[in-house]
Nanobody, 126 residues
Framework: QVQLVESGGGLVQAGGSLRHSCAAS??????????MGWFRQAPGKEREFVAA????????YYTDSVKGRFTISRDNAKNTGFLQMNSLKPEDTAVYYC?????????????????WGQGTQVTVSS
């Protein structure tokens, strides 16, 4: 069974940084052939796309509100993905989810993603 286990959320002041990790496991799951994305969901709002990275790590995509502040990366040898979040703002407060999808599907559509992490809370205080 495939699992994505997240870590790294928490409480931080505005302007601070956090680093999320997303570790993939599963006997037959080949992490390196899947694209990976991060989404977030704030209370009362729909889940929104944050960032994505293709299977090889060569291509990355970001929603406009996090460009220049967040960096997505992956280490296929360790079956782990990362989201480095800098210059955090109160509006970044949400539950963050990592997810994987097959290639050639829309990177910013949550319906493209087939496996999801459990979600981690990020709270940014002003």
């Amino acid at each position: 069974q495939v699992q994505l286990v997240e870590s790294g959320g928490g409480l931080v002041q505005a302007g601070g940084s956090l680093r999320h990790s997303c570790a993939a496991s599963g006997r037959t799951f080949v992490f390196s052939i899947y694209d990976m994305g991060w989404f977030r969901q704030a209370p009362g709002k729909e889940r929104e796309f944050v960032a994505a990275i293709n299977w090889s790590g060569v291509s990355t995509y970001y929603t406009d509100s996090v460009k220049g502040r967040f960096t997505i990366s992956r280490d296929n040898a360790k079956n782990t993905g990362f989201l480095q979040m800098n210059s955090l703002k109160p509006e970044d407060t949400a539950v963050y989810y990592c997810a994987t999808k097959r290639i050639s599907t829309d990177y910013n559509n949550h319906d493209s993603y087939t496996t999801w992490g459990q979600g981690t809370q990020v709270t940014v205080s002003s």
